[in-house]
């Protein structure tokens, strides 16, 4: 059985902030930091056989720190990259949600039938990660740990479990929370943002 862990990246500075981030990035926080290792310490008693990563800095550096506790070199796969939110991107979410409510809360509910102006396209969105998703199916490796982004990692959730993407803002994960999906023909959601790691003293 294939088993695919699921980790949304550490607490960026824009996640600080609370701006809307999209294909926009910033580096982690010293929280972020800290939240990476403890995540790479409870990965490093799950077999870990690779590392896959979304190649923005905030992804990237907590699968650094991944690969790094656990000695495995990370792999960069473009295919989950965050949703690009188009002109958002850069505003700050509660206020945008404060000004523009009913549009957000539109699209929160159903993004296929309320998409945001000029986000990415959710047939684009859908098609990358199918593709993403039919290689990890391929892979030698039994155990992987994917680091990604909430958008891109809610989307493999809904995908994997056949609910499509009007429900991709239903699934919620926190930073470095981790969620394992496993496949044996088919796909069962084994558990959904795990935090015990982060209640380490």
């Keep these: 059985m294939k088993r695919i862990y699921l980790v949304r990246h550490a607490q960026s500075e824009f996640n600080e902030k609370g701006i809307f981030q999209g294909r926009l990035d910033s ?4 929280l972020g930091f800290v939240q990476a290792r403890m995540v790479a310490n409870f990965l490093a008693g799950e077999n870990i056989e690779a590392i ?7 992804a990237y550096k907590t699968a650094l720190t991944i690969g ?11 295919r989950i990259r965050e ?19 009913d549009m957000m809360l539109s699209w929160l509910k159903n993004p296929v039938k309320n998409p945001l102006p ?27 740990a994917v680091v990604g982004h ?19 803002w239903q699934v919620h994960m926190d930073n ?3 969620s394992l999906l496993e496949f044996d023909g088919s796909f069962r959601l084994a558990y959904l943002n795990k935090l015990c790691h982060l209640k380490e003293r």
């Design 83 to 101: 949703m690009s939110f188009g002109v958002l991107e850069g505003k700050n979410f509660w206020e945008l949600f404060n000004n523009e409510r």
């Design 68 to 78: 790094d506790v656990l000695g495995i070199e990370v792999e960069i796969d473009e």
């Design 176 to 178: 470095t929370g981790v």
């Design 118 to 144: 000029t986000q990415e396209p959710m047939e684009n969105f859908e098609k990358r990660l199918l593709s993403f998703m039919e290689d990890i199916k391929k892979r030698k490796e039994d155990r992987i």
């Design 52 to 58: 896959i990563s979304s190649p923005q800095r905030r």
């Design 150 to 168: 909430g958008g891109t990692l809610h989307g493999i959730v809904c995908l994997a479990l056949g609910l499509g993407l009007e429900r991709l």
């Design 27 to 30: 580096d982690l926080t010293p």
